[in-house]
């Protein structure tokens, strides 16, 4: 099965899979640059930032596989997106509260956004090869 704009979603995952590495490396050397950024106090625990930077770094990497072969990387885009949705809820809910000032979502600007297009486009274009992939191995006990 031939998926549609197949090279276009190599790129874009490409691109998401650096921008994700990237971002992880930076944001875990350097935990507190959100904070200077919103002008919040400094956290006093910065691991937990650092720990979360390396979380995503890490689908930095499960970006670059489905950018290897986009045919079978349904799930993880899902994965991704499901992130990229619930992130910025959980976002809104903080600066709603008060907990948190709007400048905060310069995290949501390229972390999340800018991604919810291309990867929605992706799961529609990849939906049948790995709903045919379902049928052909089932889940079985």
Known sequence: MTLPRRSLHRRVFVLAGAYNITWGIYSALDPQWLFRVAGMPP???????????????????????????????????????????????????????GSWPWQTIVLCVTNDFIWWIPFAL????????????????????
């Open 43 to 97: 956290l006093n625990h910065p691991e937990i930032f650092a720990c979360l930077a390396m979380v995503i770094g890490l689908y930095g990497l499960l970006y670059l596989e489905v950018a290897r072969v986009p045919e079978r990387g349904w799930l993880l885009a899902a994965v991704g997106l499901m992130g990229k949705v619930l992130g910025p809820i959980g976002l809104l809910v903080l600066i709603a509260s």
């Open 122 to 141: 992706y799961l529609r274009d990849a939906w049948p090869a790995f709903r045919a992939d379902l049928r052909a191995t089932p889940i079985s006990g």
